[in-house]
């Protein structure tokens, strides 16, 4: 009696038909959302430039506040839902407006940067060129958790959020800079993450779609284009990995860079600043020395061969202090030193 009783209530608690609106009601609200004119063209272009402005001063909030006023899911659940049902007619009119929506999208972004005096890769924009499985799993899961909201009566809240999680406006952003600017793998990177975000959000739908049992408009599946989703998932999903591989490695070697330098390196050396760029494997180090030393950048290298990081690059930079009345020779090689952080810097 008493698993029964337990059975029973797992079952109230994991039941997702209980408070599912009805179906009419789900199709015409995603057919709704699918449609691209009106009020969702103007609305689509003001989101696209505040994430512009907001990825170009690297403005979390901003990029936030354009992901969630942006209508760009709409054809993207529009697309999972009609392969769920067997839709031919609602699967083509999301495709074109799919379509539509990306093309209108990158114009917006491509004239904002071409028109913007600033030209410079942030961290925020930088960050939506390299997609892992990670960002795979954001899409699957906050495209299920979209379509589940779309079922419900008052999913608004729920939908607010996964377009926050799946970020699909920021990469479109990317792509626009990189055409604008001519820096063709900011285009590849952001058009990848844009791509991923839409095929799994789609693919999240469809597995909510398929378990609340809508309602087929045909009987056959679609099954070619369902293999095709198959297949551009797995194509998918191997840069993906390669790109969380990659991502584990620089922050595994970050981390020991860190240690490094706070465990051994500060007993011997005063380290006012460092800068560690994990994907090269370079450090820069800015020493404070009570006098100058022309071996402190072996030294240094030699304590970073014995913790194993042989392939590092190491750029030192050595501050004397005020007290200390340097020889001739030793103010020329300061000399170069500022010399070439200045250059770096003009560099930049």
Request: hydrophobic share 45%; proline share 2%.
């Amino acid at each position: 009696m008493l698993l029964q009783n337990i059975s029973k209530e797992l079952k109230n608690i994991f039941n997702l038909k209980a408070d599912q609106e009805n179906e009419l009601e789900t199709y015409n609200e995603v057919k709704t959302g699918a449609i691209f004119k009106g009020t969702n063209f103007w609305v689509m272009a003001f989101a696209m430039l505040i994430s512009c402005i907001g990825l170009n001063i690297n403005s979390k909030a901003a990029v936030i506040g354009a992901m969630i006023i942006s209508p760009l899911m709409g054809p993207i659940f529009g697309i999972g839902f009609s392969l769920a049902t067997s839709d031919i007619a609602l699967l083509k009119l999301s495709f074109k407006n799919y379509i539509t929506i990306v093309i209108f999208c990158l114009f917006f972004s491509t004239l904002y940067y071409l028109l913007s005096p600033y030209h410079i890769a942030t961290d925020e924009l930088i960050s939506f060129s390299r997609p892992t499985i990670f960002d795979i799993l954001l899409a699957l899961f906050g495209g299920m958790a979209g379509f589940i909201a779309i079922s419900r009566a008052d999913g608004n809240r729920v939908l607010v959020g996964v377009a926050v999680a799946t970020a699909c406006i920021p990469p479109l952003c990317t792509v626009g800079f990189g055409i604008a600017t001519a820096q063709f793998n900011y285009v590849w990177g952001g058009m990848y993450t844009y791509l991923i975000n839409c095929l799994f959000i789609c693919i999240g739908t469809y597995i909510i779609a398929k378990y609340l049992r809508f309602k087929k408009v045909k009987n056959e599946e679609l099954k070619s284009i369902n293999s095709y989703f198959t297949v551009l998932s797995i194509l998918f999903i191997l840069p993906a990995l390669y790109f969380a591989v990659g991502m584990a490695q620089e922050n595994i070697y970050k981390s020991k860079v860190d240690d490094l330098i706070k465990n051994k390196l500060e007993e011997k050396f005063h380290v006012i600043s460092y800068k560690v760029d994990a994907s090269n494997k370079n450090i820069t180090l800015d020493v404070l020395s009570k006098k100058f030393d022309k071996n402190i950048d072996k030294d240094i290298e030699n304590i970073l061969k014995s913790e194993g990081l042989n392939t590092t690059k190491l750029k030192v930079y050595q501050s004397v202090e005020a007290n200390y009345e340097a020889t001739s020779d030793e103010i020329n090689i300061l000399k170069k030193e500022i010399q070439d952080l200045k250059n770096q810097i003009n560099k930049k």
